[in-house]
């Protein structure tokens, strides 16, 4: 064959140059007989010789939709049929296009009377009338490939799931049918006698009963703005990141958002000044500690995947009604999100926390928000939650249980919030006092100012790429300043968060972080224990007593005074207490005298 030539068949209209092959591929073939339907003259579907049941073995061919401008290496096979580009500069496979469906270059699709017919035609057909299971594997195949390079079916939890916004919805069984109705050409009868059919429900729940899903892309992460991944990239490009199995939907509103790779000293005091003054001046905070504290929660948004662990409560409270605190939870989520963080009803019962905190994982919720809770906050879920990469728990009342990656932020807001237990190490303080008893009725921040932004959830979502940019050129500065960690180690189980948030902080100037947590320490349940032994021994000194006797004494150091304590109430707390320190005193139990458990205060020995 000549170097360029002229082809004209009833299937081919084209010219066809022979290209060089990159170093190390085989030599191009010329083009077949009947290979597409270049000039409209024949059906596509009758024009195709390549066997497409084979095409796994060639979808690697190539790699990404711009690459259409680019030769390929592929395999020396006599059945894969090449076809010649007008351009005469390109070979591409039947089965490179059958492996990018729905990403045909304008040029291809204008061959055609539109891009979907040339999907249409190109899809593996498959038989509906086969046996269920063994027409699973070849749906799956159908779907891996009609998934392509710019995915919208994922796995999450051993689940097959699709994206909803910013948050990951599990297919039904009409979805994955409807799916499956666009991966492949189904048909039912042979020759003459076939035509169309739907895939058969069957086959959806075999798919969806399998639990993994070979070449269909984990996710763990769907965010609308763009955020740090641990290689030091920034996500700009819409779409899959595998590494990080991250996926990113930007919002209308960051289109053109441009993150610099390199940020001056102007580029960080202009954001640190932004997101300080404006977005958060208006807050009156406790102390340094708690601004410092409010900004950590939006950094860890965008440093999430620096962060190589779990990340705290993020817990906003306040002495009284209209202070604040929804709003600047709020504050926190709509730079992350673009929206309000939707407000999570915190249940009484924990059977009840349970089930919100599976659907809150399942969802891949980016950012998890408990507004106005009252009452003791403690909950084992939770905390699990907090602490574990991987939270698993069992549905109730099934034999499912779900291993569900934990990536979100964390914020509850609460009044006086009156947190026991081991919740207490697991929380960022972060408290706003107008020092007001009407805060909601202030026409400032304080008396004889004016609101900087009187509509400032309004102004919020208006600034949001400002907001997001200035967040992610503070991470770009302690990027670029190598990852200093933070000079302090206050927190066990989250070294990581206090390592990399802090190092952001720190690396700015902003100094504080964290430093308020001697007020939880202050308020936990080992300071109240110690309040308790402390009176308990100066009233009896090392004398026994028994819970009964407690209360028959009127003992005002039990837990909460008097209020709903009897003996068996108050015999519970003391004996979940048992050999528990605290102030230099120990809570023991002694031999058994009689039915009831009597217990003893001693002093702690001191270390040999």
Request: charged fraction near 25%.
């Amino acid at each position: 064959m000549n170097d360029s030539e002229q082809f004209s068949n009833d299937a081919y209209v084209g010219t066809y140059e022979r290209p060089t092959p990159p170093p190390g591929c085989p030599s191009f073939g010329p083009p077949v007989r009947g290979a597409l339907d270049w000039d409209d003259n024949v059906n596509p579907a009758e024009d195709l010789k390549y066997d497409l049941a084979d095409h796994d073995k060639f979808a690697p061919c190539l790699g990404v939709p711009n690459r259409y401008d680019e030769p390929f290496c592929a395999s020396e096979d006599p059945d894969l049929d090449f076809e010649a580009r007008g351009h005469g500069t390109v070979v591409v496979s039947t089965a490179c296009l059958h492996s990018l469906p729905r990403s045909y270059p304008a040029d291809v699709a204008n061959e055609f009377d539109s891009a979907a017919d040339v999907a249409i035609h190109l899809r593996q057909p498959l038989d509906a009338r086969r046996p269920d299971f063994d027409l699973a594997t070849d749906a799956l195949a159908a779907l891996v490939s009609f998934n392509g390079n710019d995915p919208v079916l994922f796995q999450h939890d051993r689940k097959l799931v699709r994206l909803d916004g910013d948050h990951l919805v599990e297919l039904t069984p009409i979805q994955l049918r409807h799916l499956l109705a666009q991966a492949a050409r189904w048909y039912v009868g042979e020759g003459s006698d076939r035509r169309a059919s739907d895939p058969p429900p069957k086959v959806a729940q075999v798919l969806l009963s399998l639990g993994d899903y070979p070449g269909i892309p984990k996710v763990d992460r769907v965010v609308t703005a763009p955020v740090l991944l641990a290689d030091g990239s920034i996500t700009t490009r819409p779409g899959y990141y595998a590494g990080a199995r991250v996926y990113y939907a930007p919002a209308p509103e960051l289109d053109g958002l441009e993150i610099p790779n390199d940020v001056a000293e102007d580029d960080v005091r202009a954001a640190l000044q932004l997101l300080r003054e404006e977005l958060l001046g208006d807050f009156i905070f406790a102390s340094d500690a708690d601004e410092a504290n409010a900004l950590a929660a939006l950094l860890a948004f965008f440093a999430r995947e620096e962060i190589d662990g779990p990340t705290p409560l993020h817990l906003i409270d306040a002495p009284t009604r209209g202070s604040g605190k929804g709003l600047l939870a709020d504050c926190i989520a709509i730079p992350a999100m673009g929206r309000e963080a939707p407000s999570r009803r915190w249940s009484n019962s924990e059977e009840e926390r349970r089930k919100t905190l599976l659907g809150i994982l399942r969802e891949g919720a980016p950012v998890v928000k408990w507004d106005n809770v009252t009452g003791r906050i403690d909950s084992p879920a939770l905390n699990m939650a907090l602490t574990e990469p991987i939270y698993s728990d069992r549905i109730l009342r099934t034999h499912d249980t779900p291993e569900l990656p934990v990536r979100c932020v964390w914020l509850m807001t609460a009044n006086n919030a009156d947190v026991v237990g081991d919740l207490t190490r697991r929380i960022v303080p972060i408290r706003i006092d107008p020092k007001s008893d009407r805060p909601h009725r202030r026409t400032g921040p304080k008396p004889g100012t004016q609101w900087r932004h009187p509509l400032l959830r309004s102004w919020v979502c208006e600034h949001r790429a400002d907001l997001v940019r200035a967040a992610l050129v503070l991470v770009r500065n302690w990027e670029q300043r190598g990852k200093p960690l933070a000079s302090t180690r206050r927190m066990g189980s989250y070294e990581s968060y206090e390592a990399t948030v802090g190092g952001i902080l720190e690396s700015v100037g902003m100094r504080g972080f964290l430093d308020n947590l001697e007020r939880v320490d202050a308020e936990d349940e080992v300071s109240q224990l110690g309040a308790i032994l402390g009176s308990w021994h100066e009233a009896y000194g090392d004398e026994p007593k028994t819970a009964r006797e407690l209360i028959e004494d009127g003992a005002v150091f039990s837990p909460d005074g008097d209020a709903g304590w009897n003996a068996r109430s108050l015999g519970v707390w003391i004996g979940r207490h048992r050999d528990n320190e605290a102030g230099g005193l120990r809570l023991v139990k002694e031999p058994r005298r009689s039915a009831a458990d009597a217990w003893r205060v001693v002093p702690t020995l001191p270390p040999s």
